[in-house]
Each structure stands twice: as structure tokens, then as C-alpha cells.
């Protein structure tokens, strides 16, 4: 498809305007080289994604995968679709283990999954995947911000590698700090603080450095979910906190070398008594800047898969600028948000070749993809992946250039379905945030639970939240999952599932819960359903507390 390009020059701001058949935007001109070097790739996305194709097939076509499905005697995409099958990671289940079946780059590391389904994968990530993905989803937060100069928070702390394992986010911020793109020193604490293995209290240490600093430009995270869960922290324990910076006091931090940093940061006296007075006013009004005046920005990923947690957060940054990050899972970096507050990623050519599947089982390329469809994506990667399904279902909303632009609607297959009921992810938030809305509750996170114990089966839903217990209106929510699932009210009224009940939970109880099953190297990101197993497991908790 052609497009037109205008360019406008205005004093202190250059902007072009992209027009095509599918959107308009407008979009400031990178004074980064770093992203105005990205925004060159946009324009030829669709020759720099074929030829990272043959790249790979070239490169590889003496790997077993290779010989297996005639890398060698592939000469067109067509050619690519037609000999080598759509994959899930069932074909890639001892990558970790012979990662050389597959690839023959230079292997960085082996990387885990964080988990959105419970269950964790191992893949390998390549030297060349790593190079590929360069510092474009960091240097665009600065880009999109007036600038990389600090002081910022991160709410993150890398960890090494656990048993020769890591998270994607952990190799990535190491390989960019070792390669200069990576400024430890404009974060509060510096890299001490964010390269640890010491770091036992994350929630305490990350909060006493951010009322440390009364000048905090930035609070950025993997997931926008890490801030809410900062903001909830801050309103439960700041008189703890305060407590302890007034006295000189690190109690929530038992590890010497962390405490020291911590103390060597401490605020003033007259900083302390600021914070008192902020907080003591309560958080029913946005009071981010309250606590940081100089506050441009907060980021981290969000969007339609997390718009309740979004939604949460809101209530305590209110207007403050939100970058959406990246689009990135340990399969392959494949977008980055181009404009601030909106959830939207454009696709980075660099990291793979891309293709989409729609909804009839057709597969079609980057440049052919319809606004307004849903589709899933498809990679192949620098690391050894070959037209893997990612089970991400995205959708176009714009172009940049060549390259498309798309909002993340939700993930393949992830429902609930006792008894025929098939609950989507994105009818439950749909019900829960309905819900909530409607009992005036302020809720921080919940998990839909299904419980066996009984026939029939029913629903629990456990939230986190700051209001007190009280008489909680299960009917309520077993209406709004009527009114928002038919399939789900018919279920009920031939009497298959039974009431749902619901539970108030202490904040970060579930994420602690998957944090059992799944190991602490986890990030923190919401998730939807647990299992029957996980819910049996909280279910006795709560019954244990209420007889305690």
C-alpha cells in the first residue's frame, strides 16, 4: 500500500503526518539517533522482514530442524509456509536442554517464562536475538519523555540466573548495562539496588527509595502492575516506613549491605514530615504528585489484558503520562509503544519474521493485515523458533510507514469451562470491573478460582482490596457473569455450576500464591484464573485465619 508523508517544521518540534487508508497519525520526528534509526526500519519493514527470513533459513539449514524441513531448498514465503508447519512450544521441549537441534547462534542464556497460564517454559535465547533487539523499547521511554536524565525509580530488581535460568527481563537489562546503553546511575539506588540477589523485601526496599527521592522523575516497571502494587503498599504501611526513616531504622530489610544503602538515602527530616502530611490527607484523590512533583512519567506493559489493574492504578497517579513499554515475551521483543498513553505497540522489524494468523486459519504478512481484525501472532526468531504460535491475539489499529500497530486484546484459549460456560479472561474483567464498580469497592487484584469440593462445581472469586470485610454480595457477581456470559447463565439456570462465592484476600496473598507453585523469580503480573489445586490451597488458608 502507498503512502503519503508531509512533513512539518515548527519551532522546538518536528512532526510528520502519516496518511493511508487505514489511519492518521501523528507522530513527533526522533531527535534520538537510536530511535530515528527505528523509525528508518518502519519504512522498509516489509523488505527487512523477508530478509530476516532467508537470514535465518540460510543460517540455519544444517541444523536438524533445518535438514528436517529442506531449509536449504526454500526460495520464497510461500515455499516457508507451505514445507514447515505451524509450531507450539511441544516441538521446542528440550531447547533448553540441545538448543543446537535448532539453532546455530551463540546461545546467551536459557530463559523462563513468567507465566501467564501457571506453567512455565524454558526457551533459549541467542547472542544474535539479544543484538537484535537493541536498546529501541529503553531509549523510546526517554524519546517520548523529554529526555533520559533522572532521577528515576525502577521497580524491578535483576536477579542472576536461577539454576542456569533467568527471565528475559533480567538478561536484557544486563546485556544492556554491559553494553554502555544503560545508565544505573540516574536510578535511585543504582546498581546496587538493581543487579541483587540480596533483596529478600522488594515491596519495602523499592518503596523507601521512592519517598527518598522528592525529585523523582519516573517510576518505571516491566508491568504497570509492579506500580500499583507500590502505590497499595505505600497506603497500608506508610506509618511503618515514615516510622522507620524518622528513627534511622531499616526493620523491614534484614540484609546488612541492602540496609546500609537504604539509610545512606534516607530523607530529611523536613521531607519526612512532608510525606506525614501528604498521606495523613488520605488516597481517596491521585497523590503521585503529591509525593513527587517533578513526576513525568510512569511505564510499564498494561492495556486491555490488564485494564482492571490499569484502571486501579489510575486512581493513584491520575493524569500522569503512561509509556506502555513493550510488547515482549521470552519468545521474541516484537513491539514497542510508540506514544505515550496508549496501549498500543508498533512492530519491531529487527527481531524476527512475523506473520498473522485470522480467525479462518489463514496466515498473511505484516503488510497485509486488516485494522480491526484479530488476529495471532506468528514468529520466527533469532533463537531458534519456527513459525511459532505465541497465542497472542492482536489487533491493527494503525500504521507506522510499513510497519503495523496494535493493541493486544488477550491470549488464545484462555478460558474457563467447568460445564460448558467457556469464561473468557476478557468476560471475567469485564464482570469483575462491572462488579466493583457497582459495590464501590477499590480493588487491586483478583483470580478466579474454581472449587471441587462440592457438586457441582462453583466459582470463587478471591479480590485484594483496602476495604474492610463486610457482607460480601455473591449475588451480585453471579449476576454480572450472567449479564456479561450467556453461556454462562444458561449453565446456571440448568443448575450445572453452582453460587458462586466470593472472598476478601490481604494484599499480594495472590501473588504469593503463584509464586508456590511457580518459584519467586517470577514478575508480578496479574493473572486471571488459578487452578482447582491453587484455589483448594487458598480456600484453606481463609478458613484457617477466620478460625484463628
Not at 536449504?72 to 507451505?82: A, G, L, M
Not at 501457571?118 to 544474535?128: D, P
Not at 497517579?317 to 506514544?339: I, Q
Not at 480491526?372 to 501472532?377: A, D, T, V
Request: glycine share 8%; with cysteine.
Amino acid at each position: 500500500m502507498k503512502r503519503l508523508w508531509k512533513y512539518l517544521k515548527l519551532p522546538d518540534l518536528q512532526i510528520f503526518l502519516q496518511l493511508s487508508k487505514q489511519e492518521m497519525r501523528v507522530v513527533r520526528i526522533p531527535r534520538n539517533p537510536v530511535i530515528l534509526q527505528l523509525f528508518e526500519e518502519f519504512r522498509e519493514a516489509e523488505k527487512k522482514n523477508r530478509e530476516n527470513l532467508f537470514k535465518i533459513l540460510r543460517d540455519n539449514r544444517n541444523t536438524e530442524y533445518g535438514k528436517t524441513y529442506g531449509f536449504s531448498e526454500i526460495r520464497s514465503e510461500e515455499d516457508y509456509r507451505r514445507y514447515v508447519p505451524l509450531t507450539e512450544y511441544s516441538a521446542y521441549e528440550n531447547m533448553g536442554q540441545k538448543p543446537e537441534l535448532y539453532t546455530v547462534y551463540p546461545v546467551s542464556c536459557t530463559l523462563v517464562t513468567s507465566g501467564t497460564t501457571g506453567v512455565q517454559k524454558e526457551f533459549c535465547i541467542t547472542e544474535e536475538a539479544l543484538q537484535r533487539y537493541g536498546s529501541y523499547i529503553y531509549e523510546m521511554l526517554y524519546e517520548l519523555s523529554k529526555g533520559p536524565w533522572g532521577p528515576h525509580l525502577h521497580m524491578s530488581v535483576f536477579r542472576s540466573d536461577t539454576d542456569g535460568k533467568n527471565l528475559l527481563s533480567a538478561v536484557y537489562y544486563r546485556y544492556l548495562a554491559d553494553n554502555g546503553a544503560f545508565d544505573c546511575d540516574v536510578f535511585v539506588g543504582g546498581k546496587e539496588l538493581l543487579f541483587s540477589d540480596n533483596i529478600k523485601n522488594v515491596p519495602y526496599v523499592k518503596a523507601w527509595l521512592a519517598l527518598s527521592c522528592p525529585n523523582l522523575v519516573s517510576i518505571q516497571a516491566i508491568f504497570l502492575y509492579d506500580i500499583l502494587l507500590l502505590f497499595g503498599y505505600l497506603e497500608e504501611n506508610w506509618k511503618q516506613l515514615l516510622s522507620d526513616m524518622k528513627n534511622g531504622e531499616v526493620r523491614g530489610c534484614p540484609e546488612k549491605g541492602v540496609r546500609e544503602r537504604l539509610l545512606a538515602l534516607s530523607p530529611s527530616q523536613e521531607r519526612i514530615q512532608e510525606l506525614e502530611h501528604i498521606f495523613s490527607e488520605g488516597f481517596e484523590e491521585p497523590v503521585a504528585r503529591k509525593i513527587w512533583k517533578e513526576l513525568r512519567f510512569i511505564s510499564g506493559i498494561g492495556g486491555k489484558l490488564y485494564q482492571f489493574q490499569g484502571d486501579a492504578l489510575k486512581h493513584y497517579t491520575g493524569d500522569v503520562p503512561v509509556s506502555y513499554f513493550a510488547y515482549a515475551s521470552s519468545e521474541c521483543m516484537a513491539g514497542v509503544a510508540a506514544e505515550l498513553n496508549r496501549a498500543e505497540y508498533a512492530l519491531l522489524p529487527e527481531s524476527g519474521y512475523y506473520e498473522f494468523l485470522n480467525k479462518e486459519g489463514n496466515v498473511v504478512s505484516p503488510g497485509c493485515v486488516r485494522k480491526g481484525e484479530i488476529y495471532e501472532l506468528v514468529v520466527t526468531t533469532f533463537s531458534g523458533l519456527y513459525r511459532y504460535q505465541t497465542g497472542d491475539l492482536i489487533k491493527p489499529v494503525a500504521f507506522l510507514d510499513e510497519t503495523p500497530v496494535f493493541e493486544v486484546m488477550g491470549r488464545r484459549n484462555q478460558v474457563s469451562d467447568i460445564a460448558g460456560e467457556k469464561l473468557s479472561g476478557a468476560v471475567v474483567q469485564e464482570a469483575v470491573s462491572a462488579w466493583a464498580e457497582e459495590q464501590r469497592l477499590r480493588i487491586s487484584d483478583f483470580v478466579l478460582g474454581v472449587d471441587v469440593r462440592t457438586l457441582p462445581y462453583r466459582y470463587c472469586l478471591f479480590v485484594e482490596t483496602i476495604e474492610q470485610a463486610g457482607t460480601w454480595q455473591t449475588f451480585c457477581f453471579d449476576r454480572k457473569l450472567r449479564d456479561f456470559s450467556p453461556d454462562y447463565d444458561d449453565v446456571r439456570n440448568l443448575g450445572m455450576l453452582g453460587f458462586p462465592e466470593v472472598y476478601r484476600v490481604k494484599a499480594g496473598v495472590l501473588m504469593e500464591e503463584f509464586f508456590r507453585k511457580t518459584g519467586e523469580n517470577v514478575h508480578r503480573k496479574p493473572h486471571i484464573f488459578f487452578s482447582s489445586e491453587q484455589t483448594r490451597h487458598l480456600l484453606r488458608m481463609i478458613s484457617g485465619e477466620e478460625n484463628g
